[in-house]
């Protein structure tokens, strides 16, 4: 029996669609992920882990290839007033293979983050090698002290204007996305001005860094 008018319409208009649609699932995304956003999931683009004994130098590794972190403030919400409140922030330290330890966000009022900064700017900042391909391909469980994680502790504060257009550019390599969020939200630059700095990379408890230390490190 010959097809109907409508099965043969359905059929053509799904041998149209079906390229555009494979295009779609297959194309690299606006976010963290698309291509040339420095991808660390790549196993080609992760550099190695430095040596576990050079606690600065690891730090500044796991900053460097971390495009987000857990931010923990002290909350201002009636019901948890005071108790600590976390949560995730994209985050820079500068393009890939170029970054100063500095960890930059972009942050609006409309955030819970900042309405508890804006009354008390200290903060801890948690990033981990979970987010990349390191820990999963050494079979590390993300709790793990061996899938290297650090704590940072500081206050958040806006980056000044000879500042503004690094931050700007560090993030937005990594997070285009970034450009295309509402002005209305009044967005802006901050960064953690570190002052204490904890490495986590093995048993036997974390080690203590100074942002002395820190700091000296050059990237390689």
Known sequence: MAASAPALARSLLAALLAPALVALLVSPASGRGGRDHGDWD????LPP???REDGP???????HVSDWGSLATISTIKEVRGWPFADIISISDGPPGEGTGEPYMYLS???Q???DLQENPEATLTMSLAQTVYCRNHGFDPQSPLCVHIMMSGTVTKVNKTEEDYARDSLFVRHPEMKLWPSSHNWFFAKL?????WV???FGGPKVVTPEEYFNVTLQ
């Not at 790549?42 to 683009?45: A, K, P, W």
């Not at 001005?193 to 700095?197: A, N, P, Q, R, Y």
């Open 193 to 197: 001005k570190i002052s204490h700095i």
């Open 49 to 51: 882990l430095p040596p």
């Open 42 to 45: 790549v196993d080609r683009r």
């Open 113 to 115: 983050a900042v309405n």
């Open 200 to 202: 986590l990379d093995y």
């Open 57 to 63: 130098r690891v730090a500044r590794f796991v900053t």
């Open 109 to 111: 009022p409309l955030q």
